[in-house]
């Protein structure tokens, strides 16, 4: 009887343990990295001592574990994210006491979005913190910009040819018939940015991406960018679409759209272009500074 006793008792528990739990409505995630707004935020639930003397300091009280809360899930977040294809957030903070307490500090001061009361008393608060700015100050590479020539190599003069001057031509017996008007052509438009599609290769985001020709050769990363630039807005913008990688301003109103070929690195965050295409960005890049603007859009699955 005894046996059975327990069994009932746990198993009402464990009735009244599912009840409360259908009773919450579920709300939104935890805690996301929203990469192409360059954000990330974190929900976080507080609830307040029964013993508090008031409702508003019972409130008060909720909002405040709330933050606490939110910000724990939002650290959590942060540490995951990944900055290039082996690196994450978490491995710099390991290894350098400076940089954690530097994240620390901006998760304490990081924004709240907003809150709501919910049906049981607690309170529901979301905040969040940009991926620009100061933190990518702190974790972006210190590769110099313009440390790479973009101007393709010119063909070496062979040695020991010498070239004889051609003869001047005699004098013509036939008349020359006037040269035709020149047809005016059209300028092409100047190129405003970069869209590489990477869609259906399983790609991942990065803070510092990087793009690779067929033959290992870096054509895009930190040290054609500068650094200005990606610390204001990041080195690479990402989209789940062609169309609105081509809509977005980081691109502007000419952008050259390639397609990546795979994936490379440990985290899936570098992409390989074609050799063709590798050529192609390095001559516009020769007279633009679209690289160098951080003017990259990268779609992803």
């Known amino acids: 009887m005894v046996y059975s006793h327990r069994i009932t008792i746990t198993a009402l528990a464990a009735f009244s343990l599912a009840l409360l739990l259908s009773l919450i409505s579920p709300g939104p995630a935890a805690a996301q990295v929203d990469w192409s707004k360059g954000r990330i935020t974190a929900v976080g639930i507080g609830t307040s001592p029964m013993n508090a003397m008031s409702s508003a300091q019972r409130r008060a009280m909720a909002l405040r574990c709330g933050v606490i809360d939110a910000r724990r899930k939002l650290l959590e977040t942060v540490k995951g994210v990944q900055i290039d294809s082996v690196t994450r957030v978490e491995d710099y903070m390991v290894s350098s006491d400076h940089v954690e307490s530097r994240i620390n500090g901006m998760l ?116 054609f960018v500068s650094r200005e630039y990606a610390i204001q807005q990041g080195m690479a913008g990402y989209a789940k679409d062609v169309q609105s990688a081509t809509n977005n301003p ?52």
């Open 108 to 223: 304490s001061h990081s924004q709240i979005l907003g809150s709501r009361v919910l049906s049981d008393g607690s309170v529901e608060v979301t905040v969040g913190m940009n991926l620009h700015g100061d933190l990518a100050k702190l974790l972006m590479p210190l590769d110099e910009p313009g440390s790479v020539d973009m101007q393709p190599a010119a063909a070496p003069e062979p040695e020991g040819v010498v070239i004889e001057p051609e003869p001047l031509p005699g004098p013509q017996v036939a008349s020359i018939a006037p040269a035709p008007a020149p047809v005016p052509v059209q300028a092409p438009a100047e190129i405003t940015g970069l869209i590489v599609d990477a869609s259906g290769l399983g790609a991942k985001p990065a803070m510092s991406p990087k793009l690779f020709d067929e033959d290992g050769q870096e054509v895009y990363g930190a040290k």
């Open 250 to 301: 980081r691109v502007g109103a000419h952008p050259q759209r390639i397609k990546a070929l795979r994936v490379a690195g440990k985290a899936k965050t570098d992409l390989v272009i074609s050799n063709k295409d590798a050529d192609m960005i390095r001559t516009m890049a020769a007279g633009d500074d679209f690289l160098e603007k951080c003017r990259v859009m990268i779609v992803l699955d």
